[in-house]
T-cell receptor, first 115, second 114 residues
Framework: DAGITQSPRYKITETGRQVTLMCHQT?????MFWYRQDLGHGLRLIYY???????DKGEVPDGYVVSRSKTENFPLTLESATRSQTSVYFC??????????????FGPGTRLTVL | GENVEQHPSTLSVQEGDSAVIKCTYS??????FPWYKQELGKRPQLIID?????GEKKDQRIAVTLNKTAKHFSLHITETQPEDSAVYFC?????????????FGTGTRLTIIP
C-alpha cells in the first residue's frame, strides 16, 4: 500500500557504521512498529510507538534507537551496526477498528546487510 | 511475556486438499489472534483474525478455530489453490496493551503442489 513506505529498500553497510532506516505513513495512525524478520524467528518486535514522542521497547531492542517527533515518521537507527543485525526490517502502523480488529499494515521492508 | 509456537514450519499439500496450521500461546490473558500471510518478497498482510469471545470464524475458504482451554488456535484452508502458497504467521496479543502489541509465531511455509 502506498500509505506506508520504507527507505531505503536495500542497504549494505559495514560493521560499526551508523544506519538509519526510514518509515513514513500517510494515514495518521497513532501506533507504529518496527520488526525484524529472520529465518526461524518469524517477526520480532524491536520498538513500537503509541504516538508522537511516545516509544517503548519490544522483544529485541538492543543495538537500536528510535524516535518519533512527527506522527507520520518513525525512523530506526542502528547506532553501530553488527553482522547479527543483517535482516529484513519491516515497519508497520496500526488501524484499530473498534470491536472488530486491530490490523497492522506493513511497509514493503528494508533488506539490510552488514558486512 | 507471551510465547507463541507454530507448527509445522513447512507444509506441502496437493492442490484442492486442505491445509491446517496450528499455534499455541502461553499467556492465558491473550484475547486477540490474527493470522498474516506473506507471499514471496512481499509484506505480511492480515487474512483473518479471531477474538477470544468466539470459537470459530470463517471467511470463504479460510477459517480459524480457537481453544482457550488448551491455549491453541488453528488456521484451516480448504480447497487450496496455487495462490495460497506463502508463509503464514500466527500471532497473539493481550488487552494489557489494547491488543496493539503482537507476538508472532515463527511462520509456516505452505506450498501448494499443482
Amino acid at each position: 500500500d502506498a500509505g506506508i513506505t520504507q527507505s531505503p529498500r536495500y542497504k549494505i553497510t559495514e560493521t560499526g557504521r551508523q544506519v538509519t532506516l526510514m518509515c513514513h505513513q500517510t494515514w495518521s495512525h497513532s501506533y507504529m512498529f518496527w520488526y525484524r524478520q529472520d529465518l526461524g524467528h518469524g517477526l520480532r518486535l524491536i520498538y513500537y510507538s503509541a504516538a508522537a514522542d511516545i516509544t517503548d521497547k519490544g522483544e529485541v531492542p538492543d543495538g537500536y534507537v528510535v524516535s518519533r517527533s512527527k506522527t507520520e515518521n518513525f525512523p530506526l537507527t542502528l547506532e553501530s551496526a553488527t553482522r547479527s543485525q543483517t535482516s529484513v526490517y519491516f515497519c508497520a502502523s496500526l488501524v484499530r477498528l473498534a470491536g472488530v480488529s486491530n490490523e497492522q499494515f506493513f511497509g514493503p521492508g528494508t533488506r539490510l546487510t552488514v558486512l | 511475556g507471551e510465547n507463541v509456537e507454530q507448527h509445522p514450519s513447512t507444509l506441502s499439500v496437493q492442490e484442492g486438499d486442505s491445509a491446517v496450521i496450528k499455534c499455541t500461546y502461553s499467556d492465558s490473558a491473550s484475547n486477540y489472534f490474527p493470522w498474516y500471510k506473506q507471499e514471496l518478497g512481499k509484506r505480511p498482510q492480515l487474512i483473518i483474525d479471531i477474538r477470544s469471545n468466539v470459537g470459530e470464524k470463517k471467511d470463504q475458504r479460510i477459517a480459524v478455530t480457537l481453544n482457550k482451554t488448551a491455549k491453541h488456535f488453528s488456521l484451516h484452508i480448504t480447497e487450496t489453490q496455487p495462490e495460497d502458497s506463502a508463509v503464514y504467521f500466527c500471532a497473539a496479543s493481550t488487552p494489557n496493551f489494547g491488543n496493539e502489541k503482537l507476538t508472532f509465531g515463527t511462520g509456516t511455509r505452505l506450498t501448494i503442489i499443482p
